[in-house]
C-alpha cells in the first residue's frame, strides 16, 4: 500500500495548481485593460490583478491547509474570495515527488510557527 504524501509535498502540489490559477486571473485582468491601480504609498502601486492573484492563493492554500499561516505581500485580505478562484486540485506530478526526510514529519501548525531551513 503506498504511504499518503507528506504535509510539503501536498502544500508544493497545491500551491503548484493554485499559482497557475492566479496567473490566469492576472492575465484576465491585464486583458480587461483597466488595472484598477491604488496608490499604497510612494512608489508602491498596487493593481486588481495583484489583489485578486492574492485572494485566489490565500482562499484556496486556506481551504486546504487551514492551520497553515499564509503571509501576502498586498496585506491581510477580509474580502470575500469568489468561488470559481478558489482550487482544491493538486499536480499529480509534484505529488509523486519524494519529501526530504528531515521534513517528513511536518505538521500544519510547524509551518505556522517555525523556520525551516531550506
Known amino acids: 500500500m503506498a504511504q499518503a504524501p507528506h504535509l510539503l509535498i501536498r502544500i508544493l ?5 493554485t499559482a497557475n490559477l492566479a496567473g490566469k486571473i492576472v492575465r484576465d485582468v491585464m486583458n480587461k485593460g483597466d488595472l ?3 496608490d499604497k504609498g510612494k512608489n508602491d502601486l498596487q493593481t486588481e490583478a495583484d489583489r485578486s492573484a ?10 486546504q491547509f487551514p492551520k497553515v499561516t499564509i503571509i501576502g505581500e498586498e496585506g ?3 474580502c470575500h474570495c469568489p468561488e470559481e478562484w478558489i482550487t ?3 499536480d499529480p506530478e509534484v505529488l509523486s515527488l ?9 505538521s500544519e501548525s510547524d509551518v505556522s510557527t517555525r523556520s525551516i531551513d531550506l
Not at 492574492?54 to 481551504?63: A, F, H, P, T
Open 13 to 17: 502540489a497545491s500551491a503548484t495548481v
Open 36 to 38: 484598477g491601480i491604488v
Open 54 to 63: 492574492q485572494l485566489c492563493i490565500i482562499g484556496s492554500l486556506s481551504r
Open 76 to 78: 491581510t485580505s477580509t
Open 88 to 90: 482544491t486540485t493538486v
Open 98 to 106: 519524494s519529501c526530504p526526510e528531515q521534513y517528513q514529519n511536518l
